[in-house]
């Protein structure tokens, strides 16, 4: 049934440009040609049949602890055991945090709840073990079309008395589609629609594509009549979606989606033009300027033609996410950059934030302080890990580069050639004295390189840095400004380092930082721009960084 | 001919591991031929197909759903759809690809295949040419395409299925409790097309011709599942006119409602002669709510079916058959389950404040 409910299209497909002609006029088909479209059908077979061997490792039957009554699926996304599922699958066991994830290789880990997104419906685990897990590679869901193969897999019904997961497939049947939350359901935004067959303990399972890479989360299904059963409507929450949120969800936070903070009409039976209907006061559309009956023509860059199109688009995103809107008033287009409000938990996940102190123990939706300093200490160990070997410290130590100072305080005076003796390790240099902002700058990066895991950041979520999604470190010492740190969360790579209240005039300092090479052992930041406030004060390069053999004077 | 068309049945043989030697005499190493990514064919035959297809909205009357698809048949705005109550709204709206809508209205219905054509005031449209399901064999993949469960608003793309045609044969359909009035040769569908607003979507192969039309949802008679089935496009041509041209179903259209029986007779085609051709249908169709036991009253009379021949009219309550008391619908089935083709039924009927008696040839359907 699962053969031949594929084979058929692929064997099409596989005859490449003939492919057309096949159904009625294969009339020349000689042995040959037989024999090739055979060898093309195996070639096609054998790419789906080594794509699913690959990734079945990757999934989790997630159960609650010492418990196989209901339940459902999930996927690992990293060596180290992290890896995703529903929010909704969590639920039933959101208050301890513990669950269990069973692997095909018949054994049962133990199962740590991290990041919740009760909005999207999202949750993040991490099965515990010695080893390193196999993962499934995130994907880009963005590059699926209507029509491409999807393969799902999961605990459905939960069959899997082994942890084999169940392997189905079908197409994507529509993209970007809006689901309204109903009854139970979560609103799920910018989803994939899919009809591959999608049951009751597929939820929190994974989408692939047919080269193995995750594209989505299955989480819902459309059902009528028929009782809570697959009908050919399935839908999964985009991996673009999720990635946004990787970063706090790593971190075991609750997290929020974004909003404008403005709901938006459309004019009826004119298609295409979407009105500001309701404006909140002091919300994120009013601080841009927005007012009511302006039309939205653009949003981060999409033509926005209907209100679904807009609520996917910011319902996709985290609160705090940077955007940017081109509204249209009296004829004349303006364009906004703006940060998205936070929007409210699901109510009983408000309920339970709201809920008095003697109750936080309980409390399911609590970030999680242990989680937050972990994922600290891991993306500042990635960090470090991304400068060079696991004994990156020592080196680290032993490095000579030599960039350009520039105080804020006479940004015309000339550049002086950085000095190795100027970066001492944070306990040796007085927190007090680092006034000058390029100082501090280097004295943090110095912080990072050498002290690593020992300071005590605390990751606030992500963010979107040069149109990378970051994930954003804080930390207030005493006496010295605050600061917040970005770093790539896929590559580990330093994107943006914040200070504040350390300009000439107490504005924020902000330093970015691109083009990343490699020099020798390190990779390490090419250029460099600072900002006071939203003022560029100076650019520069390092031009000679090159570690030092440990051993010279 | 034959041998062209068993390569695809061969190579699903092979893929499913049945016949592994075959390939012994493979020109080419497998490596040679591997794609490079496997290619979307649903996308490639859908294109073309997705600006034709229109999301409809009307009456949610009773257990009726409110909304169904439709398929633009000519430049002018004439659109092929499925006939249900939902047509009755006095407001039905047609929302085309690009989000545009149109106020609808029906200019003709067939009650034998559940057709109905829609116009709305535009021009310039993109159309849809009723091909032949001739060339469509068992086991082709085909594409079903329709607005169900509302999933797509406005200028979204409907929903999208992929399968394969899983058989092609008449079948005892009904729909609640009533048989259905079509008896020929359906599209039986390995894809899950029986959903609500699903019917009406244009069927096509994967080279991305029009091969059939989702048809209502409908259970079987004996075991009460839902089958995924589509009418034949060759019903949607001889609905529509046999060429299907804008022209001449326009001239249809103008010319009122065409009597349904007589077009649905000659132009069956090859599906003309079902498996139902014993069964009686005495063309007599009660007002069922499905979910209640209510009185037998008369929703709709066939035309040219034994009961128009007995003079039954909408509306009508059946009282008695035979001297036999009928309370509800029930009852009235109970009985006719036991009609013979040739026996003469007598039926007390109740018609405004008068009763009167008619009596009833039992026929197989024509």
């Known amino acids: 049934m699962y053969a031949s409910r594929m084979i058929r299209p692929v064997w099409l497909a596989a005859c490449g440009a003939a492919w057309t002609v096949v159904p009625t006029t294969a009339v020349g088909a000689d042995d040959a040609d037989v024999a090739a479209a055979l060898a093309r059908v195996r070639a096609v077979e054998r790419v789906r049949v080594e794509c699913i061997q690959r990734v079945v490792p990757s999934v989790v039957c997630i159960f609650p602890r010492g418990s196989r009554a209901g339940g459902g699926s999930g996927v690992i996304i990293d060596p180290q055991g992290y890896g995703l599922t529903n929010f909704h699958v969590v639920r039933p066991f959101a208050g301890s945090r513990l669950g269990e994830g069973g692997l095909p290789d018949g054994r049962r880990y133990p199962l740590h709840v991290l990041g919740l997104d009760p909005t999207g419906d999202v949750a993040m685990f991490r099965l515990e073990a010695d080893q390193p897990f196999i993962y499934a590679p995130l994907g880009e869901s963005s590059r699926l079309r209507v029509g491409d193969w999807t393969l799902a897999m999961g605990n459905p019904f939960l069959l899997a008395e082994d942890y084999q997961p169940t392997v189905t497939s079908g197409i994507v049947s529509g993209l970007h589609r809006y689901q309204k939350g109903t009854g139970r359901a979560l609103v799920y935004t910018d989803c994939i629609q899919v009809d591959t067959s999608i049951n009751p303990g597929n939820s929190g399972g994974p989408l692939f594509d047919l080269r193995g890479e995750l594209v989505g989360i299955n989480g819902r299904i459309s059902v009528e009549e028929r009782g809570r059963v697959n009908v050919g409507l399935g839908y999964a929450i985009s991996i673009d979606q999720i990635r946004r949120f990787l970063p706090a969800l790593r971190a075991g936070l609750t997290v929020r989606h974004g909003t404008l903070n403005c709901t938006v009409r459309e004019r009826r039976g004119v298609a295409g033009e979407v009105l500001v209907d309701q404006i909140l006061a002091d919300g994120a559309a009013q601080r841009a300027g927005l007012r009511l009956g302006d039309r939205i023509v653009r949003y981060n860059g999409t033509p926005i033609l209907s209100g679904n199109q807009l609520l996917n688009l910011v319902g996709a995103y985290p609160g705090g996410w940077p955007v940017t809107v081109v509204y249209e008033r009296d004829g004349r287009q303006t364009e906004v950059r703006l940060r998205l409000d936070d929007v409210p938990l699901p109510e009983q996940a408000a309920a339970a934030e709201a809920a008095p102190a003697r109750r936080a123990r309980r409390n399911p939706f609590r970030p999680n302080a242990a989680a937050n300093r972990r994922a600290a200490r891991r993306a500042l160990e990635r960090y470090r890990r991304s400068v060079g070997r696991a004994d990156a410290l020592t080196e680290v130590v032993a490095v000579r580069y030599v960039g350009q100072r520039r105080s804020l305080l006479q940004p015309d005076a000339p550049a002086q050639p950085l000095d190795l003796a100027d970066e001492r390790p944070a306990a040796e240099t007085a927190t007090q004295d680092a006034s000058d902002a390029a100082q501090r700058e280097r004295m943090i990066r110095w912080q990072l390189l050498a002290e690593g895991g020992e300071r005590a950041f605390k990751v606030v979520g992500g963010d979107e840095v040069a149109g990378r999604v970051a994930v954003v470190l804080e930390d207030a010492p005493e006496g010295a400004p605050a600061c917040r740190v970005a770093f790539d969360d896929a590559a580990g790579t330093l994107l943006q380092l914040e200070l504040d209240a350390a300009g000439p005039g107490g504005e924020p300092v902000r330093f970015e930082y691109d083009d990343w090479r490699r020099a020798g052992l390190l990779r390490m930041p090419y250029r460099r721009r600072m900002y006071a406030g939203d003022r560029l004060v100076f650019e520069d390069e390092f031009r000679n960084i090159r570690p030092r053999t440990r051993g010279l004077p | 001919m034959r041998r062209g068309r068993c390569m695809p049945l061969l190579a699903l043989a092979a893929a499913c591991g049945l016949m592994p030697t075959v390939a012994a005499g493979a020109p080419q190493k497998e490596s040679d031929v591997l794609p490079p990514a496997i290619p979307n064919v649903v996308e490639d035959a859908w294109r073309a197909a997705l600006p034709c297809v229109v999301k409809l909205y009307g009456g949610a009357i009773g257990s009726a759903h409110g909304y169904g698809t439709g398929v633009i048949v000519s430049s002018a705005g004439q659109i092929v759809t499925i006939d249900s109550v939902m047509l009755d709204a006095r407001n039905l709206r047609a929302v085309l690809h690009d989000g545009r809508t149109f106020h609808a209205e029906v200019i003709r219905r067939d009650a034998d295949r559940e057709l109905a054509l829609l116009r709305i005031e535009s021009h310039d449209l993109p159309l849809l040419e009723p091909e032949t399901s001739a060339s469509l064999e068992i086991a082709d993949g085909v594409i079903a395409a329709g607005n169900c469960f509302k999933v797509a608003e406005g200028e979204e793309p409907v929903t999208v299925m992929y399968g394969v045609l899983a058989a092609r044969t008449a079948l005892d359909l009904r729909r609640r409790a009533q048989p259905l009035a079509y008896g020929g040769e359906v599209l039986v569908l390995d894809a899950i097309t029986s959903n609500p607003g699903m019917a009406g979507g244009p069927v096509l192969d994967l080279t991305g011709r029009w091969v059939g039309i989702v048809a209502g949802i409908a259970e079987a008679e004996s075991t ?143």
Not at chain 2, 247 to 256: D, F, I, P, V
Request: charged share 25%; no cysteine.
């Open chain 2, 224 to 366: 009460g599942t839902r089958l995924n089935y589509a009418l034949p496009i060759e019903e949607v041509r001889a609905f529509l006119g046999r060429g299907g041209t804008s022209e001449e179903a326009a001239a249809r259209g103008a010319s009122g409602n065409a009597p349904a029986a007589s077009a649905s007779g000659a132009d069956r085609g090859p599906a003309a002669a079902g498996p139902r051709g014993a069964r009686p249908d005495t063309g007599l169709r009660l007002f069922n709510l499905g979910y209640r036991d209510v009185a037998a009253f008369v929703d709709r009379v066939v035309p040219g079916s034994p009961a128009q021949r007995a003079g039954i009219r909408p509306d009508d309550l059946i009282i008695a058959v035979d001297g036999k008391r009928v309370a509800t619908i029930s009852d009235y089935e109970r009985i006719a389950a036991d009609w013979r083709n040739g026996q003469t039924v007598r039926l007390t009927l109740k018609r405004g404040d008068e009763v009167l008696t008619v009596e009833m040839i039992v026929e197989p359907p024509r």
